[in-house]
């Protein structure tokens, strides 16, 4: 019950955040919308723990290199992008891949896909769960073979003690 209503009264803050009002028909109608929601979602947000893994020193110590490896992505991509737009005859060929993502949970498949996304010249198209596989988008595609053995490097070295 507890964690119901600090939902609630922290959902009802962000409501008058942001309509920058502390009007007492705001507030109200703030918490009836934030209570609405919590009901209407309370199977999302309150699944059950067991299928979660349990949370250890050891993923939040992984937390670290897994971020600083991402921050890396995104500056390579960030200065590989650079070079293709101002190269006088870019060189790169772009395409998508298909990257079958094996034994990630769905949090961890979420992860991979908003992983990849940040990092400049390659998106997340589509997860496809019937393949069990994810589409993405490569500025630079020269080998595909090379792109999906280096997503599965960083899965298997950094996001699996983290985002399994």
């Known amino acids: 019950m507890v964690r119901y209503a600090g939902a609630v009264i922290l959902l ?82 772009p395409g998508i891949i298909v990257v079958p993502f094996g034994e990630r949970t769905p949090g961890g498949v979420a992860v991979s896909g908003l992983a990849m996304s940040l990092s400049p010249g390659s998106s997340l198209i589509t997860i496809d769960w019937e393949r069990r596989a994810m589409l993405i988008h490569l500025l630079d595609m020269r080998d595909p073979d090379a792109a999906r053995a280096e997503l599965q490097h960083f899965y298997d070295r950094y996001q699996r003690a983290v985002f399994p």
């Open 12 to 93: 009802t803050v962000i409501y008058a955040g942001a309509l920058a009002s502390a009007d007492p028909w705001d507030l109200l109608f703030g918490a009836i919308l934030a209570t609405a929601l919590i009901i209407l979602f309370r199977r999302f947000l309150h699944q059950d723990m067991a299928d979660k893994p349990p949370l250890r020193s050891g993923r939040l110590l992984a937390f670290i290199p897994f971020v600083a490896v991402i921050v890396r992505d995104i500056i390579i991509g960030t200065w590989t992008v650079l070079r293709i737009v101002l190269h006088p005859r870019p060189r790169n060929r």
